[in-house]
């Protein structure tokens, strides 16, 4: 502790005015958090491009920072010497960022916000969360790739698919608890990992998500990119809470080999492996909001290894104890492959629709994921387990995917936008909203536990019927001859 006061006292102190001076690309300096660093040589490296870091040469840059960087990043990113010491409190009093008009017109529509007691329904809380959000964050959450057509599919496809109920059966008491890689969940879904939680709550960010998974007995899937840090997030859990590890293998294995043993020494239980962006869609919806996109594309392309192959799985076996999931399955033939390599599971998913527009859903390809396994012999859920997401909004779509064979789905955005709108309580109010539906059709369906929930009980004869989806961009600009409406 001595040394700690010692380092803080011996730091130099900077003034605003000696600070500002530093705004070119010949010496830039920047402010986070009330400490002062040397960015000059780090400007061509920074995945977002320079342009983003020259704008705030010389001034605080902290409310720039945060909502898409975790606390942490600028402090093991630059070397020790760049790091030059302290804002001088004193001399910024002038200089306290204003709250922008878009920020003001948020703070004004939360004052305005229905009670919480009155969503009914995820999607309730995802509409409040659109009308409380300032446009640049409900952009980002919201977005999908290019016409949108395979995010809004991902909600669609569940309801090609109807229930055969069962009934007479003694359901006055009903289960939904399950497990997943071997630990308890309270729900057949975990909180998948979603990136700049910040975004919604500059505040508390994903540590919502790390509370609320912990009262609700859910297990919280950690971003690699996120606004809060591993650490933050790790040491906000329940000493006996379950967390897993999304992971972007990155260019330089060194990092991701220190990442993933870093996370195993700290007790994450599984390892969640992204294999379906090694390039980053576009989404278009908040490129036109001019939020810093071109940053987080480059951010993340940094992330990721495009020459990430089947062979380097083993190198990943090698490094960590940790069970392995491949995250962003999309066909059969891989789902094949990857349980010929000794996966722990997959995850059927297309990224939420941000990545390749036209992809399919999870739901949509997990009848002929199980049927290729058991051609294969390789159907075995005690060791290789399925999970989908993307598109769930009900708990009845859960039951869906559990019926054709999953063992669990990952929910997101949901998530996000409960947070968004009403903080830890909104997370918590999806939760018991997700109960409750579960209780309901699970006696409706005449299931008193998961293991009930069989194929018998699902009608699927129009799952793979697709309609030619609405393109919405494209009939919104079609208008037939001025005119010929009057005479047809």
């Known amino acids: 502790m001595t040394g700690e006061i010692e380092k803080t006292t011996n730091e130099k102190m900077f003034t605003a005015e000696e600070v500002s001076q530093h705004n070119t690309k010949e010496s830039c300096w920047i402010i986070v958090h009330g400490k002062v660093y040397d960015v000059t040589d780090f400007l061509p490296e920074h995945p977002g491009g320079s342009k983003i870091i020259l704008k705030y040469g010389g001034k605080d840059a902290t409310a720039e920072y945060d909502p898409i960087h975790p606390p ?6 630059l070397p020790p010497e760049k790091h030059l010491g302290r804002i001088d409190p004193m001399t910024v009093q002038d200089r306290i960022k204003e709250t922008s008009q878009e920020e003001k017109e948020s703070a004004a529509r939360h004052a305005k916000k229905p009670p919480l007691g009155e969503c009914l329904s995820l999607h309730d809380l995802e509409a409040v969360a659109k009308y409380v959000l300032t446009g640049k964050a409900w952009m980002y959450y919201s977005s999908g790739a290019d016409d949108e057509i395979t995010m809004r599919e991902n909600h669609n496809v569940y309801h090609r698919i109807w229930f055969r109920p069962r009934i007479l059966r003694d359901v006055a008491n009903v289960r939904f608890d399950t497990s997943i890689l071997g630990h308890k969940t309270s729900m057949p879904f975990y909180i998948t990992a979603t990136a700049l939680g910040k975004l919604g709550d500059p505040v508390n960010g994903e540590l919502n998500l790390t509370r609320s998974a912990a009262k609700n007995g859910i297990i919280q899937m950690i971003p690699t990119i996120s606004s809060c840090s591993f650490d933050e997030m790790i040491d906000a859990a329940l000493e006996d809470q379950v967390q897993f590890l999304q992971l972007y ?3 330089n294995r060194e990092v991701t080999e220190k990442f993933v043993k870093r996370a195993e020494s700290r007790g994450v239980k599984g390892l969640f492996v992204t294999v379906d962006a090694p390039q980053l869609g576009r989404r278009e919806k908040d490129m036109r909001m ?29 490094i960590t104890k940790m069970p392995i999931v491949l995250k962003g399955v999309q066909s059969w033939q891989d789902a094949v492959i990857a349980a010929e390599r000794g996966c722990a599971g997959i995850v ?12 399919p859903s999870g739901l949509e390809i997990l009848p002929e994921v199980v049927e290729a396994l058991k051609a294969r012999g390789l159907y075995n859920p005690s060791k290789f387990e399925i999970y989908i997401d993307g598109g769930v909004r009900r708990a009845s779509d859960i039951l ?15 998530f996000i936008y409960a947070y968004s709108a009403y903080g830890e309580d909104g997370v918590n109010r999806a939760m018991e909203i997700l109960r409750d539906e579960f209780e309901m059709c699970m006696r409706l369906l005449g299931a008193r536990s998961l293991e009930e929930v069989t194929p018998e009980m699902v009608n699927t004869a129009n799952l793979n019927a697709l309609a030619v989806p609405k393109d919405n961009l494209f009939y919104s600009n079609y208008e037939r001859l001025s005119g010929l409406n009057s005479k047809l």
């Open 400 to 414: 869906k995917a559990v019926a054709l064979g999953a063992k669990a789905v990952g929910i997101g955005r949901p």
């Open 72 to 77: 942490d990043a600028i402090s093991e990113n």
């Open 249 to 251: 293998v990155n260019s």
């Open 290 to 318: 001019k939020f810093e996109d071109v940053g987080i594309a480059r951010t993340i392309s940094t992330l990721i290894d495009p020459s990430l192959q089947w062979s380097d799985l083993d190198w990943l076996s090698s």
């Open 348 to 359: 059927l998913s297309n990224h939420g629709g941000r990545q390749l527009d036209m992809a």
